[in-house]
Each structure stands twice: as structure tokens, then as C-alpha cells.
């Protein structure tokens, strides 16, 4: 069974920055497209950023600019890098694993979901 767990939410003022942290479990992480979603009280849940196996990325409009995801495959683990964060940011954070397929927009593809880390940025 794959495991993941999120850390590095907390409670920011808007334009700082925050790097969430995804720790998978198992030794196939590196097979894996692995994603982060986000879900804002009474909203549903919403794509932020996706990154394949070879690292290639795509992430929502919404963060373009500001976000990035990356990987460091050696830990197992996946990065959402936060900056110029706005109040419309604030939501908890879901990370997920695919592990057939490529980066994808779609919540339904992945097989794998954390618990979630909450992000709160205040103006």
C-alpha cells in the first residue's frame, strides 16, 4: 500500500511564501506521476500542479508563475513551492500519486491521496 503524507502548511500574510513537502512511501515513487490538489471550505476539490516521471510539469492557470512542483526522486518525496501567496490561496493542499500515466489535471486519475496540509494566508 502507498502512503503519502504532506507537511509545510501553516498560517501566512499574502505575498509570502510556503514550501509544502509530499513524502511517499514504497520504491516505485520514480514511476510515479505525482500531483497536488487543493479544496477550499464549501468548494470542490481544484487542480493545482502536476509533474510526469522525466519531470515535465503543467499546473492550473490560477498559480502559474507563482508555484512550481518539483521532485527529488533519491527522497521519495514531492515539492510544491509557494510564492506571492494570495488569500484565495488558502485551502488544505492534497498531494496524490498516479502510477500509470503521465501528469495529469484530472483528480480521478490518481490512485494515491495524503491526508492534506492546511494553507491559510491572510491580507
Known amino acids: 500500500q502507498v502512503q503519502l503524507e504532506e507537511s509545510g502548511g501553516g498560517s501566512v500574510q499574502a505575498g509570502d511564501s510556503l514550501r509544502l513537502s509530499c513524502a511517499v512511501s514504497?520504491?516505485?515513487?520514480?514511476?510515479?506521476?505525482m500531483g497536488w490538489f487543493r479544496q477550499a471550505p464549501g468548494k470542490e476539490r481544484e487542480f493545482v500542479a502536476s509533474?510526469?516521471?522525466?519531470?515535465?510539469?503543467i499546473c492550473a492557470d490560477s498559480v502559474k508563475g507563482r508555484f512550481t512542483i518539483s521532485r527529488d526522486n533519491a527522497k521519495n518525496t514531492v515539492y510544491l513551492q509557494m510564492n506571492s501567496l494570495k488569500p484565495e490561496d488558502t485551502a488544505v493542499y492534497y498531494c496524490?500519486?498516479?502510477?500509470?500515466?503521465?501528469?495529469?489535471?484530472?483528480?480521478?486519475?490518481?490512485?494515491?491521496w495524503g491526508k492534506g496540509t492546511q494553507v491559510t494566508v491572510s491580507s
Open positions: 496524490a500519486a498516479r502510477p500509470t500515466g503521465g501528469a495529469s489535471r484530472s483528480h480521478y486519475d490518481y490512485a494515491y
Open positions: 509533474i510526469n516521471r522525466a519531470g515535465g510539469t
Open positions: 514504497g520504491r516505485t515513487f520514480s514511476s510515479y506521476a
